[in-house]
């Protein structure tokens, strides 16, 4: 996504800490948290081991081009347009078996090509020197190979036939119906989840070699239908996701209209494109007799520098309030300072647009990440966002980028997923919990279903420790509270402290600078 522009907030003034409480009601919106929110794209198979993932993603731009039959792929405009000859430890048979034991999300092609057939070397490509002799870079290890473009302004005419082969709605259909043959249908142990290709409007740009022209509502209409329709057919059982837009400009705008509602838009109700995509999906379920579309998905990456700096660290901490927060103007070229987007509350729009135009669709963001996974400002940041995806009731997440083992952020997925090293995890109903300052200290709670403890996570985001009290409204009343810590005191572990006393449903203690807090109450029943 484009680069950060800043512009200033609108917030309420912080707490003081002498303000700060947290609130907890076992009573109060309760619902369960989907396990599908802690995936991953790929990730460290050690880490992906230890934390149980519960969902794995085969995706990217890589994807869009990925022909089946001869495990062929193009790379697009990510690495100089060459069809690349997957090795066998990177087929698509050899991901699915390799993740036999979580979901897995598998995307199907729609651009309307697939590779063709290739040598491993010299490669196949988009813009070769033989046509276009005059572009501003070549692959250095194949020079015929250039990135389509000359003195930065991409080059036309490329032939879709020197990489590509025509593949429409059926060819997803028998990809599908090989992966039935080689795995068992979905309701059967096959794969569950099917991905209707990726960041389509971005195709235009990504895959111009073979799909030069922007991407129209009536167009991504069509292929979302019939290619839906098609792995239907191949595996009834089987979910659909999509549009997995790239970002906000292709959340509410076709690529025809670029970055705003327009004339596509105006001819098609004035339904922005995750508005239409939606109905037309409901309209061709309805036509069926069979839902075409179960996950509602788009990616989300936040408009932050990946720098480290203290105005950075802080921009990334403030700018999870995106994904839930009615009063959170956008610091970036999305806010005032560009166009002007109204606070994007992403989940809750997402739950909105999907009640209103295709109800019972399920939700996910399948590509995201807030960058600084090496550093305890991404691993607060990671802390954070997993528990709003918990709280804010989204269905399936899968972090891309993922965070190395000793990567901070990969404590704040072992905080949630594996906290005591035992496999233990946060809780998987989601019980009311409060802050009287979310900005400053963050609370999350939930309770487990297998013995009922009750789960707190509370990441402190500022530089300075802070006592806070803790009410819990509807337990038992005195007691132990368990606390397990990472904080930069020791960036190698989470540290198991002192037991925490539990008087009258209260709890009181200090939460260490910049540090992720989980408390754990033993048999709490509401």
């Not at 405009?77 to 690349?84: G, R, V």
């Not at 005032?336 to 994007?344: D, F, H, R």
Request: glycine content about 10%.
């Amino acid at each position: 996504m484009a680069a950060l522009l800043t512009a200033q907030v609108v917030a309420a003034p912080p707490a003081s800490a002498a303000e700060l409480k947290l609130s907890v009601d076992l009573f109060a919106a309760r619902h369960a948290i989907s396990p599908d929110v802690y995936g991953m794209n790929g990730g460290d198979p050690a880490l992906v081991a230890e934390l149980g993932t519960p969902v794995s993603r085969w995706g990217g731009n890589a994807s869009s081009r990925y022909n089946f039959t001869n495990h062929t792929y193009n790379t697009g405009s990510d690495w100089f347009f060459e069809n690349i000859v997957a090795g066998p430890d990177n087929t698509l048979e050899a991901y699915v078996q390799r993740n036999r034991d979580r979901k897995q999300v598998v995307t199907v092609p729609m651009t309307g090509w697939v590779a063709k057939d290739s040598p491993s070397s010299p490669h196949a490509c988009g813009f070769p020197a033989t046509r276009f002799p005059a572009q501003d870079s070549f692959d250095q290890w194949d020079a015929n190979c250039g990135n389509g473009r000359l003195n930065g302004t991409n080059l036309t005419g490329a032939d879709p036939a020197d990489t590509s082969i025509p593949a429409d709605a059926s060819f997803a259909g028998q990809m599908v119906s090989h992966l039935v043959s080689q795995f068992g249908p979905a309701a059967a142990g096959g794969v569950p989840i099917y991905e209707l290709d990726n960041e389509p409007v971005l195709w235009s740009s990504t895959h111009r070699d073979v799909h030069p022209q922007p991407v129209t509502d009536d167009e991504l209409g069509a292929k979302t239908t019939a290619t839906a329709a098609a792995i239907k057919a191949a595996d009834p059982r089987a979910a659909v996701l999509g549009p997995s837009g790239w970002g906000y400009c292709e959340w509410v705008a076709s690529g025809l209209d670029g970055c705003a509602p327009g004339a596509d838009a105006a001819a098609h109700g004035g339904l922005n494109l995750s508005q239409w995509l939606l109905k037309n999906m409901k309209d061709a379920s309805d036509a069926a007799g069979k839902r075409l579309l179960d996950y509602f998905d788009q990616h989300y990456y936040p408009q932050i520098s990946g720098d480290k700096t203290p105005e950075a660290n802080a921009l990334r901490l403030r700018s999870t309030r995106s994904l839930w927060d009615p009063d959170y103007v956008e610091e970036s070229w999305i806010g005032p300072s560009g166009v002007n987007a109204p606070p994007l509350q992403f989940i809750r729009t997402m739950k909105k647009w999907v009640s209103q135009y295709n109800p019972g669709t399920k939700i996910a963001i399948t590509e995201y990440n807030w960058g600084a996974l090496d550093d305890i400002n991404g691993a607060l940041a990671e802390a954070d966002v997993l528990g709003i995806f918990g709280r804010e009731g989204l269905d399936l997440a899968t972090i891309w980028g993922e965070p190395k083992p000793t990567d901070p952020a990969a404590y704040a997925f072992r905080m949630y997923r594996n906290y005591d090293g035992a496999g233990s995890r946060f809780g998987d109903i989601s019980v009311s919990a409060t802050s009287t300052d979310q900005g400053q200290l963050a609370v999350y709670g939930a309770q487990r279903r297998c013995d009922g403890a009750l789960t707190l996570m509370v990441i402190n985001k500022t530089g300075t420790e802070l006592a806070s009290p803790l009410s819990i409204t509807g337990s038992p009343g005195n007691g132990k509270a368990q606390r397990f810590t990472y904080s930069p005191t020791d960036l190698t572990s989470i540290v198991r402290g002192q037991d925490l006393a539990v008087n009258r449903g209260r709890v009181t203690t200090t939460y260490p600078a910049n540090s992720i807090t989980l408390l754990v109450l033993p048999q709490h029943r509401p």
